[in-house]
């Protein structure tokens, strides 16, 4: 089974409205940490919002949150005000807190969606 | 602005040639890990260092690569020979400590890859 699931490929929104991209995960781990990534088409991975799986309250970084639903296994991102940067591949990635050999620290990703911010 | 750093950017090769790919991790990270990034597969573990020791190298094709940290600066991952399968975009990223904390420490920062092309 997939760990990470995002379930749209591709997405459109239009310029300033609000958009998400939706991501469920898989674990039996109590311990976990959620990222979400931003792919321009230049290529890099850039680091957008972190939450943890003891985190009471939803995670913000300035335009991007995160709706962290646990009891659903659900961590969404919610971009507003959509920009024409915006327009990227976006990856949800999960963390579990499984000691492995010298300690664990494994990022495990999902297949990513495609958003696409139109005047 | 810290930032990991990738060279070359950009690598055309033939087939059977050897490739050494370099990261520079963020000053003060002591996690590096080496992902692969293809249309196919998406994002792929292929090892990971701690403190210079590799942890977990199961992710790599072990008859042709190899990954190396000569010291706390420079991660070095290498191919021999290459193969046109081998094309693909190879990310370094860093990380603090390997140990899980739960909080946005466990965060992995990307460099800006190396896309690879085997003719």
């Known amino acids: 089974a997939q760990k990470i699931t995002q379930t749209q490929p591709g997405m459109f929104v239009q310029e300033k409205e609000a958009v998400t991209l939706d991501c469920t995960y898989d674990t039996s781990d109590q311990s976990y940490g959620l990222f979400w990534y931003k792919q321009p088409s230049s290529g890099e991975m850039i680091f957008l919002i972190y939450q943890g799986s003891y985190d009471e309250q939803n995670a913000t970084e300035g335009r991007y949150s995160l709706n962290f639903q646990k009891a659903r296994k659900s961590a969404n991102l919610v971009i507003s005000a959509s920009q024409l940067g915006d327009s990227a591949m976006y990856f949800c990635?999960?963390?579990?807190?499984?000691?492995?050999?010298?300690?664990?620290?494994?990022?495990?990703f999902g297949t990513g969606t495609q958003l696409k911010v139109e005047l | 602005d810290a930032r990991v750093t990738q060279t070359p950017r950009h690598k055309v090769t033939e087939m059977g040639q050897e490739v050494t790919m370099r990261c520079q991790p963020i000053?003060?990270?002591?996690?590096v890990f080496w992902y692969r990034q293809t249309m196919m597969q998406g994002l792929e573990l292929l090892a990971y260092f701690r403190n210079r020791a590799p942890l977990d190298d199961s992710g790599m094709p072990k008859d042709r690569f190899s990954a190396e940290m000569p010291d706390a600066t420079l991660a070095t991952l290498k191919i021999q020979p290459s193969e046109p399968r081998d094309s693909a975009v190879y990310f370094c990223?860093?990380?603090?400590?390997?140990?899980?904390?739960?909080?946005?420490?466990?965060?992995?920062?990307f460099g800006p890859g190396t896309r690879l092309t085997v003719l």
């Open positions: 000053l003060g990270h002591n996690t």
């Open positions: 990635a999960m963390r579990e807190a499984v000691i492995l050999a010298g300690g664990g620290n494994k990022l495990t």
């Open positions: 990223a860093s990380g603090l400590d390997g140990l899980w904390r739960g909080t946005s420490t466990d965060t992995q920062y």
